[in-house]
């Protein structure tokens, strides 16, 4: 098992997996697949999730608690940069004054694809508000440089569309962010299956956040526990460091000094 810890905003996590907390059958089912992912980073949406807004209804935090996990409130259903702040700025009141963030701020319902005009606007808001910002993004250098020049603590391209399980769309972009980046680079959307996290973590990602791949699957507590080793399989594939890719075989024995 990978020894080595993720750190975000000075903070070192065990776990380079971040799970999300929607889209379960329920707060038990919610329970047990977020231990079996081992993660201790747990994303919530704000404007879709029970955090105490709402204080005669069923709270995530009662399965999830603080003192336990690290609750990253997330902007999703946001589309422009003045709701994204305004939810985290209440999800900061909510959480005692809480500063580590996700930001998204979504084009269109549709495809849920980054607007990321609008993403930078708010990212530099929050940023000057003393927010710690991990920032959904596209998987455009450019615009992933300028997010880290802004002040966020992490930038976390989508491998494909969220909710598509179609995987990394795209690793040429993905190795050239992870290439330039002083700061974590978590792959966020579109993995689907174990050997799609490990394929990021084996790319030099930092970590990776996901919840439909694990929510979605027939069965959310195993594949937790799948996630969790596809993370921790690839992480270590990365520091090992794998053979180089030839156009001609290599045999696995040495020619020289056989007996003939």
């Known amino acids: ?14 776990s380079r997996l971040l799970v999300g ?24 949406a704000i404007r879709r999730v029970n955090i105490g807004q709402d204080p005669n209804a069923p709270s995530l935090l ?17 589309y422009n940069a003045e709701d994204a702040v305004y939810t985290l700025q209440l999800a900061r ?12 701020v979504l084009g269109d319902e549709k495809t849920l694809f980054p607007n990321m005009p609008e ?9 000057k508000d003393g927010f710690d910002v991990m920032v959904y993004c596209s998987d455009d250098p450019i615009q992933a440089r300028m997010l880290e ?22 690793p040429w972009n993905l190795s050239l962010i992870i290439e330039q980046a002083k700061v974590p680079v978590l792959v966020d959307a579109g993995v ?20 439909t791949a694990i929510a979605g699957a027939q069965d959310p507590v195993r594949m937790a526990r799948a996630m ?25 024995s040495p020619m020289a000094g056989r007996v003939a």
Not at 6 to 11: D, H, N, V
Not at 149 to 169: E, F, K, N, T, Y
Not at 228 to 244: D, K, N, Q
């Open 62 to 78: 009662d399965v999830v608690p603080p003192s336990r996990y690290t609750i990253l409130p997330n902007t999703a259903g946001c």
């Open 21 to 44: 907390s929607g889209k379960y059958r329920d707060l038990e089912q919610t329970r047990l697949a977020t231990e079996a992912s081992g993660a201790d980073i747990i994303t919530v």
């Open 192 to 211: 689907g299956t174990a050997s799609d996290a490990a394929i990021a973590m084996e790319l030099g990602c930092d970590g990776v956040l996901m919840n």
């Open 149 to 170: 020049d802004l002040g966020c603590v992490a930038v976390m391209p989508l491998a494909s569309l969220i909710g598509s399980g179609m995987g990394i769309l795209n």
């Open 119 to 127: 993403t930078l606007k708010a990212a530099e808001r929050l940023v």
């Open 228 to 252: 969790r080793l596809a993370v921790e399989a690839g992480r270590e594939a990365y520091l090992a460091g794998r053979v180089p890719k030839r156009f001609a075989a290599q045999p696995s």
């Open 93 to 104: 009141e909510l959480l005692n004054g809480h500063k580590l963030v996700k930001l998204e």
């Open 1 to 14: 098992m990978t020894t080595e810890g993720l750190t975000i905003a000075g903070k070192t996590y065990n």
